[in-house]
């Protein structure tokens, strides 16, 4: 069972890497959450249903240390409870970029958000060939926020990840491996 997350667990980029503060790296391993059931006064969350969900994967003893939540909508709910809770629990949690009823600005200046750069784009070998365009996108949108940092437009650039789908033809292990090599692999021949 993971330890809880405290401010010295902090995640970090630097260069293609995540790190932790001890300076080993930080490898995501997660389980994606869907869209809970809408309430009566139109919310989707559910603290306390979401925590007990994290407490039964943690039984099933699953080496995931991430999850990730495709709607939030902190204009209109305080997440603070699933957070701290899950970080009681050693989970780690990726926020989408913007709020689900629009609206939401992204606010640079905090100290640790991040950007999925793509979302589950290779999900099997025919599709793999999507490789170079998902690492194009990754290289020309870094280039664009190094350039509104350079003008003062910004004070910072998000870091990126990509996101990957773990049910493969070729199983979990072996995807992620050539996932991997794909997204690292040198295409400027091509």
Request: hydrophobic share 40%.
């Amino acid at each position: 069972m993971n330890r809880p997350i405290t401010a010295e667990d902090t995640v970090v980029v630097r260069g293609k890497h995540l790190y932790k503060r001890d300076g080993s790296i930080f490898t995501i391993r997660g389980v994606a959450f869907p869209t809970p059931p809408e309430d009566d006064v139109g919310v989707f969350y559910n603290a306390s249903a979401w925590l007990d969900i994290l407490k039964q994967l943690r039984e099933l003893d699953l080496q995931f240390n991430t999850v990730r939540l495709y709607r939030m909508d902190p204009l209109k709910v305080d997440y603070s409870e699933f957070i701290e809770g899950a970080a009681e629990l050693g989970v780690y949690i990726i926020v989408p970029l913007t709020a689900a009823s629009g609206g939401g600005v992204l606010d640079r200046t905090l100290p640790a958000p991040s950007g999925v750069v793509g979302n589950e784009v290779m999900n099997d070998e025919a599709s793999w060939l999507a490789a170079p365009c998902v690492r194009s996108y990754a290289r020309n949108l870094k280039l664009f926020m190094d350039q509104l940092v350079q003008e003062k437009i910004v004070q910072r650039t998000l870091p990126l990840i990509y996101a990957a789908q773990d049910s493969s033809v070729l199983g979990g292990a072996e995807m992620d491996s050539d996932t991997i090599v794909k997204l690292t692999a040198d295409y400027s021949h091509v």
